[in-house]
């Protein structure tokens, strides 16, 4: 199959920033998802390309190789994200697959409806954490309940010293033939279930179910610069297969919480912040609050109420390492509510000198009277 421009498959230009071309694969990921799709081959297909465009995008290596050279001479095969994220948990194997199967081995990819081995359910837990956690990472704990093999019959469903018999009804085939008429028909067996094999002495500890809810607690290692909708797999983690199949795959759902004093936009932060009169009047130095503390930042003289003033690289930082976004500082001009005698002469004072046809002094005030005049056919 002749490789497309992986900027033609996420339909992004090549311009595009690296948010831009991660919403524009989400997007597709999620239309061409097998779930939506319902496993149609030419869908299966397409997300694959898809997948294999974010790949070399989302990389800002790989993604500068072939804006160089194209596929050509891409040394970079399909593959996953491989070691590229050193410092997890073993068991994470691919922080970012939001859809597909295990990267390479593992034997996943379709093969839940296979007979014989069948790999185990997948479980998803939320984990809700607070935009400093997103920020700066953190190990977390998780608590989730799931079904294990009972210990105590190793899942046959059979107290101890007793084995599970063939299902008499059935004689063993899970499936009983009724006559309705002239016409037989099929039924699952309904002592055994359908499984065929019936336990006349059930284990005490699992009821004869094979199966027993445990808590399970892991600790999971999850990277800074997290946002809402981040899926993280824990591979192995899930509910044990049956006849020899794998495990199925812990997938946890990040939520960051909204923040008090600040809130994300992408991979800035931004905080409202209000500053006196006099301060926004003559310019200040004034402590802002920060993700790792505070910080120092300069109100220049004559700062309007809404400026938004930058402090560069201290927002959050970005999840593939590109670039650590900004505090954005919202200024809110706060006109105080209650003056001393004092401040009211002076406020006075102050007035007697205004001006507010002065340009200079109230250039907003100035345009706008202009306009009004304007209005008015003055
Ligand atoms: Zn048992
Ligand atoms: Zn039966």
Do not use: W
Not at 49 to 63: A, M, V
Not at 112 to 136: C, H, M, S, W
Not at 302 to 310: K, N, V
Not at 324 to 336: F, H
Request: glycine letters at 16%; charged letters at 30%.
């Amino acid at each position: 199959m002749p490789e497309r421009d992986p900027y033609e498959v996420l339909g992004v230009s090549r311009e595009s920033s690296p948010e831009d071309i991660r919403k524009a694969y989400l997007k597709l990921a999620h239309k061409y998802h097998p779930d939506k799709t319902g496993g149609d081959k030419a869908a299966e297909e397409k997300l694959k390309e898809i997948n294999g465009s974010y790949d070399i995008l989302k990389n800002p290596d790989k993604r500068k190789q072939f804006d160089q050279f194209g596929h050509g001479n891409s040394p970079f095969g399909g593959g996953g994200f491989g070691g590229g994220a050193p410092g997890f948990e073993g068991a994470f194997e691919d922080v970012f697959d939001m859809f597909f199967g295990r990267g390479g081995g593992g034997g996943g990819g379709g093969g839940r409806r296979q007979r014989g081995p069948r790999a185990g359910n997948d479980l998803e837990y939320k984990v809700p954490i607070t935009l400093r956690e997103a920020a700066f990472g953190i190990k977390k704990s998780i608590r989730f309940a799931r079904m294990e093999t009972c210990t105590e019959c190793s899942g046959t469903g059979a107290a101890a010293g007793s084995r599970p018999e063939v299902c008499t009804a059935c004689k063993g085939s899970g499936q009983t033939q009724i006559a309705r008429g002239f016409f037989s028909v099929t039924q699952t067996c309904g002592r055994c279930r359908g499984t065929g094999r019936t336990i006349s002495k059930p284990c005490h500890r699992c009821s004869g179910e094979g199966r027993t809810r445990i808590q399970r607690e892991i600790a999971v290692d999850i990277p800074a610069g997290v946002d809402t909708g981040i899926r993280l797999r824990v591979s192995g983690e899930g509910e044990p297969g049956e006849n020899g199949g794998p495990r199925g795959d812990l997938h946890i759902y990040i939520e960051v919480q909204q923040d008090e004093l600040f809130l994300r936009e992408g991979s800035d932060i931004l905080c409202e912040v209000p500053v006196s009169f006099p301060k926004a009047v003559l310019g200040a130095t004034i402590r802002v609050p920060t993700l790792t503390g505070e910080a120092d930042l300069k109100v220049p003289a004559g700062t309007q109420s809404g400026a938004i003033l930058r402090l560069r690289g201290i927002g959050m930082p970005d999840l593939r390492g590109y670039r650590q976004g900004d505090e954005l500082v919202r200024i809110v001009v706060e006109v105080p509510t209650h003056l001393t005698r004092r401040q009211r002469e002076l406020m006075q004072e102050f007035e007697k000198e205004n001006d507010e046809n002065d340009a200079k002094a109230y250039p907003l005030y100035r345009r706008f009277m202009d306009k009004l005049k304007k209005f008015q056919g003055g």
